[in-house]
């Protein structure tokens, strides 16, 4: 069974950081992009951050970049998201997802395996 198990997540005040985590199980993702998704109640879920296999191309979205940064260690299937400069509007259920291609897509189509979620909820 192929799962992806996602932690890190907590209550913080604005302006603080955490890094999520999130680990592959059931078979490696070395040649997978991979991705964090996020959404809040009431949203739709929006992308954040993704990563191609080999950990050369990055994508973000307009309201993170600059504040967050994705990486990998393929050696430990783990993806990563350290997350700085934390604002109330960051709170949301994180999840992490990793796609059918090796690239770094930004739309959740692409994504065919995805955890569970861990909730970062921000205080102003």
């Known amino acids: 069974q192929v799962n992806l198990v996602e932690s890190g997540g907590d209550l913080v005040q604005a302006g603080g950081s955490l890094r999520l985590s999130c680990v592959a199980s059931?078979?490696?993702?070395?040649?997978?992009?991979m991705g964090w998704f996020r959404q809040a109640p009431g949203k739709e879920r929006s992308f954040v951050a993704s990563?191609?296999?080999?950990?050369?191309?990055?994508n973000y979205g307009d309201s993170v970049r600059g504040r967050f940064t994705i990486s990998r260690d393929n050696a430990e299937n783990t993806v990563y998201l350290q997350m700085d400069n934390l604002k109330p509007e960051d709170t949301s259920v994180y999840y992490c997802?990793?796609?059918?291609?090796?690239?770094?897509?930004?739309?959740?189509?692409?994504?065919?395996?995805w955890g569970q979620g861990t909730q970062v909820t921000v205080s102003s």
């Open positions: 997802a990793a796609s059918s291609a090796n690239s770094a897509s930004l739309f959740a189509r692409d994504y065919n395996v």
């Open positions: 059931g078979r490696t993702f070395s040649r997978n992009g």
């Open positions: 990563i191609n296999w080999n950990s050369i191309r990055k």
